[in-house]
């Protein structure tokens, strides 16, 4: 069992940058690959980025690719998103995620066993 505690979000200004932070209990956070997911307002939920169990191979959405950085840090159970560049079309509850280190593909939720409560992000204009 894993639970996942997202936090960092709040109102930015376009332009701006928001770290978000998901917190993991268990012992076994290295075996899960960590991903980040948003649901905006009347959408479905929607794929952001994925980091593997060593933190090496990452992945993203064309949406937010260059603007978004996925992370993690093994000794505190953490997974992280740095989001720069922010836009009003980034406003959503953002959810953390663990799948199984084995399953693929990453960016298809129905692998991720494991969710966060979300966090809202809000981008002014």
């Known amino acids: 069992q894993v639970q996942l505690v997202e936090s960092g979000g709040g109102l930015v200004q376009a332009g701006g940058s928001l770290r978000l932070s998901c917190a993991a209990s268990?012992?076994?956070?290295?075996?899960?690959?960590m991903g980040w997911f948003r649901q905006a307002p009347g959408k479905e939920r929607e794929f952001m980025a994925a980091?593997?169990?060593?933190?090496?191979?990452?992945y993203y959405a064309d949406s937010v690719k260059g603007r978004f950085t996925i992370s993690r840090d093994n000794a505190r159970n953490t997974v992280y998103l740095q989001m720069n560049s922010l836009k009003p079309e980034d406003t959503a509850v953002y959810y953390c995620?663990?799948?199984?280190?084995?399953?693929?593909?990453?960016?298809?939720?129905?692998?991720?066993?494991?969710w966060g409560q979300g966090t809202q992000v809000t981008v002014s204009s």
């Open positions: 980091v593997g169990w060593s933190g090496i191979n990452t």
């Open positions: 268990g012992r076994t956070f290295l075996s899960y690959t």
């Open positions: 995620a663990a799948a199984p280190r084995s399953s693929s593909p990453y960016t298809n939720q129905i692998i991720y066993d494991y």
